[in-house]
Structures are given as structure tokens and as C-alpha cells.
């Protein structure tokens, strides 16, 4: 989850801070930096949106450390949402059912189904041709277990499943 949460962080700022610090550069008419930037994935956009012009007035401390605190946080909030989303978002029925069993053309169009506690969901069987029904568990992260209730059919179906519902499950359902 930390590895999840970190990576997620940093794409997600990157994203929201390397256009405003494109534009900046092309304001300032830092072209250098600016054309560099597209090589390199936009890191010398920062550089030269943070940078100093020649008789500008040094940078006050206090306001570099607040700005560096600002960016921490946001890179956390951002990450943290982004590897689990079901923290902000809830689980719904159809995230659930795709996170668990892939989404089913067939079986269950509305997505798992609430069963007080639990939720009782499905996944594909192609040994017995056939959706295997599961009584799934979620905690307040969006992660998940899963246990079969029934038969399992000839394909092998797992007794236990355990993973968690990620912004795919909830984008693709």
C-alpha cells in the first residue's frame, strides 16, 4: 500500500503541477527551460518556474517551508486517494463486482448485492461454464476477502479471494 500510495502521489502531482509550470516558463520566456522540459518529462519546468529572475528579491523562508508543507500534503491526500479511492468514494455493488469477479456480460449486470454485513458477488467459472457465487467482506480501506459459497466447479475456482477495489473498478463498471 505505501508503494501504491506513493507512486499514485507522485503521478497524480506531477500532473496538476507540470502544465501551470510549463505555462510559467513560457511567461517568463525561459525558452531553454521550456523546450528542455519536453524531454525530460517536465522537470526543468519546475526549475525554471521556481527560479529566480536577475534583481528579483531572495525567496522568504517561511514561505518556501509553508510552500514545501502545501506539496507534502497534497502529494499525500493525492496518493492516498488515489491507491484507495473507496476511502472517499464508498463501494458500490458495481465496483465491487469488478474488483471481485471482473465485470459478468451475463450474470449479474447490477454488481454484487448487499446481504447485511457482507455482499454477495460472482465470478466467471469456465469450468463449469458458469458463475461461481462469492460472499465478499470489505473493510473501510476497499479491500476485500472473499470466500465461495457452493460448489466450485471443475475450473478450480478459488475457496478465497482477497484483493482491493482500485479507481479501475470504479471507472470500468
Known amino acids: 500500500m505505501i508503494v501504491d500510495l506513493v507512486f499514485?502521489?507522485?503521478?497524480?502531482?506531477?500532473?496538476?503541477?507540470?502544465?501551470?509550470?510549463?505555462?510559467?516558463?513560457?511567461?517568463?520566456?525561459?525558452?531553454?527551460?521550456?523546450?528542455?522540459?519536453?524531454?525530460?518529462?517536465?522537470i526543468p519546468w519546475y526549475i525554471g518556474a521556481l527560479g529566480?529572475?536577475?534583481?528579483?528579491?531572495?525567496?522568504?523562508?517561511?514561505r518556501i517551508a509553508v510552500a514545501l508543507a502545501s506539496t507534502a500534503a497534497a502529494f499525500l491526500a493525492l496518493g492516498f486517494f488515489g491507491a484507495r479511492p473507496a476511502t472517499v468514494l464508498g463501494v458500490d455493488g458495481g465496483s465491487?463486482?469488478?474488483?471481485?469477479?471482473?465485470?459478468?456480460?451475463?450474470?449479474?449486470?447490477?454488481?454484487?448485492?448487499r446481504e447485511g454485513q457482507a455482499w454477495s458477488c460472482s465470478k466467471?467459472?469456465?469450468?463449469?461454464?458458469?458463475?461461481?457465487?462469492?460472499r465478499v467482506k470489505v473493510n473501510d480501506?476497499?479491500?476485500?476477502?472473499?470466500v465461495r459459497v457452493g460448489y466450485g466447479g471443475e475450473g478450480g475456482s478459488p475457496k478465497r479471494l482477497s484483493g482491493c477495489v482500485t479507481r479501475y473498478d470504479f471507472l470500468f463498471t
Open 8 to 42: 499514485y502521489g507522485a503521478v497524480l502531482l506531477w500532473a496538476i503541477t507540470v502544465v501551470p509550470a510549463a505555462v510559467a516558463c513560457c511567461l517568463r520566456g525561459q525558452w531553454l527551460y521550456f523546450w528542455c522540459g519536453w524531454l525530460t518529462l517536465g
Open 52 to 62: 529566480r529572475k536577475p534583481g528579483q528579491p531572495a525567496y522568504e523562508p517561511r
Open 96 to 113: 465491487l463486482q469488478n474488483s471481485v469477479g471482473n465485470s459478468l456480460i451475463f450474470d449479474s449486470p447490477s454488481g454484487c448485492g
Open 124 to 134: 466467471w467459472d469456465s469450468g463449469s461454464s458458469g458463475a461461481v457465487p462469492y
Open 141 to 146: 480501506l476497499g479491500c476485500w476477502q472473499a
